[in-house]
Nanobody, 130 residues
Framework: QVQLVESGGGLVQPGGSLRLSCAASGFALDYDVIGWFRQAPGKEREGVSCINAYDSSTYYADFVQGRFTISRDKPQNTVYLQMNGLKPEDTAVYFC???????????????????????WGNGTSVTVSS
């Protein structure tokens, strides 16, 4: 069964950090782009960051550049999103999703409302509040 499972969300104070995980099962991420998206209440889903598993290139939306870091653990078939310097406006449900790198470029989704990925996880909730 092909699936993505996110974990690592929670409640954190402004300025704090969280590390989100996106574990893939039933398929290998070797030829995919893996994007992290978020959706805040009442807002559209937006692309936060993306990694191309084939060439390891990474991309970030302007609103997280310098604060978030995306990485991949190939043996664990897992992608991480390290989030530092969290702000209340980062509060959202965070999703990971994949698509073949030959069909989707990371630039297509970061900072945009993009829904054309093939496999989506169910999301993990992040709340930034004092």
């Amino acid at each position: 069964q092909v699936q993505l499972v996110e974990s690592g969300g929670g409640l954190v104070q402004p300025g704090g950090s969280l590390r989100l995980s996106c574990a893939a099962s039933g398929f290998a991420l070797d030829y995919d782009v893996i994007g992290w998206f978020r959706q805040a209440p009442g807002k559209e889903r937006e692309g936060v960051s993306c990694i191309n598993a084939y060439d390891s290139s990474t991309y970030y939306a302007d609103f997280v550049q310098g604060r978030f870091t995306i990485s991949r653990d190939k043996p664990q078939n897992t992608v991480y999103l390290q989030m530092n310097g969290l702000k209340p406006e980062d509060t959202a449900v965070y999703f990971c999703a994949t698509a073949p790198y030959l069909r989707v470029h990371c630039r297509t989704l970061v900072g945009r409302h993009y829904y054309g990925m093939d496999v989506w996880g169910n999301g993990t909730s992040v709340t930034v509040s004092s």
